[in-house]
């Protein structure tokens, strides 16, 4: 089966500090896909990134950036520099054939940042 | 392009009533999933269209609940009766076209605001 821990339930920082939200995953297919998803106060999932299983290199866009580590099924996600604006619930999901391709969530961590 | 849209955005009803929830998705997109989270809880899976047929309905968690998807197009997500442990956040999402075989092209899924039901 497959499974998405996200230990964090809470973080809080104050801003302008680095912050990084973990995410290990269980799988036992070989292709497999891996995305986080931000959501906000106002309630809607917002699409972040994807990573392929087949694609280990780390990715970065602006402030934030992924670690994806097969070795330890992990794929964390580090937002540097945080802002007021990055509070949210951050969702970490997989997706693959033995799910038939439902995405399976982790719990999500909500992530407060102070002013 | 018009993202995922959901109608309504809340809703409110007493345990019994009957509620419609629809969602429009991307348009192109044949692929359409509906997932909710009820309080506490994670995001579970419900169901699955192909155009206008079920892929996978395997987390439909009873007969109460019926989702269609009339022409491949918008679909609607009916709760009857609706119960207390219904309540949640219920969201849809659409993707586009994926491949077949072992290597299939997993579309990444975008989802709609979500519709927050609550049922007293």
């Known amino acids: 089966a497959q499974k998405v821990t996200q230990a964090q339930t809470e973080i809080s920082v104050v801003e302008k500090e680095d912050v990084t939200l973990d995410c290990v995953y269980e799988t036992r297919d070989t292709t497999y896909y891996l995305f986080w998803y931000k959501q906000p106060p106002s309630g809607e999932l917002v699409f972040l990134i994807r990573?392929?299983?087949?694609d280990e290199q780390n990715e970065i866009s602006g402030r934030y950036s992924w670690n994806f580590q097969k070795s330890t099924s992990s794929f964390n996600f580090t937002i540097t520099a945080s802002q007021v604006v990055d509070s949210a619930v951050y969702f970490c999901?997989?997706?693959?054939?033995?799910?038939?391709?439902?995405?399976?969530w982790g719990a999500g961590t909500k992530l407060i940042i102070k002013p | 392009e018009a993202g995922v849209t959901q109608f309504p955005s809340h809703s409110v009803i007493e345990k019994g009533q009957t509620v419609t929830l629809r969602c429009d998705p991307i348009s192109g997109h044949d692929n359409l999933y509906w997932y909710r989270r009820v309080m506490g809880k994670e995001i579970k899976f419900l169901l699955h269209f192909v155009k206008e047929s079920k892929q996978d309905e395997s987390g439909m968690p009873n007969n109460r609940f019926l989702a269609e998807r009339t022409g491949g197009t918008y679909s609607t997500l009916k709760v009857q009766p609706a119960e207390l442990e219904d309540s949640g956040v219920y969201f849809c999402?659409?993707?586009?076209?994926?491949?077949?075989?072992?290597?299939?092209?997993?579309?990444?899924?975008?989802f709609g605001p979500g519709t927050r039901l609550l049922v007293l």
């Open positions: 999901a997989l997706t693959c054939l033995d799910s038939n391709y439902q995405l399976i």
């Open positions: 990573r392929n299983s087949f």
């Open positions: 999402a659409s993707s586009q076209d994926r491949g077949t075989g072992p290597t299939a092209y997993q579309e990444t899924q975008y």
